[in-house]
């Protein structure tokens, strides 16, 4: 079964930090460019970074630029988001999302407040 699976969400206080995770099954990430999006209350879904699949090009939504970094880890099939200074407007639920494949993580809820 082909599956993506975002774990690392929470509560934190601004200024805070948090490591999202997706790890796929079923698939192999590495053939793969991968994306991660979020969807804040009330809003559409945006996106917040990408990652070539070999991991030398990455891409951000100019918000988060120089607080959050989108890695992978193709011998672990893991893709990350560690999400610094982190701001009330950061929150929302993070989606994993490959766009070859058309899988889209289940998500998993960041709520950034005092």
């Known amino acids: 079964q082909v599956q993506l699976v975002e774990t690392g969400g929470g509560l934190v206080q601004p200024g805070g930090s948090l490591r999202l995770s997706c790890a796929a099954s079923?698939?192999?990430?590495?053939?793969?460019?991968m994306r991660w999006y979020r969807q804040a209350p009330g809003k559409e879904r945006e996106l917040v970074a990408f990652i070539a699949a070999t991991g030398e090009s990455t891409n951000y939504q100019d918000s988060v630029k120089g607080r959050f970094t989108i890695s992978r880890d193709n011998a672990k099939n893991t893709l990350y988001l560690q999400m610094n200074s982190l701001k009330p407007e950061d929150t929302g639920v993070y989606y994993c999302?490959?766009?070859?494949?058309?899988?889209w993580g289940q998500g998993t809820e960041v709520t950034v407040s005092s």
């Open positions: 999302y490959c766009a070859a494949r058309g899988v």
């Open positions: 079923g698939f192999t990430t590495s053939m793969y460019n």
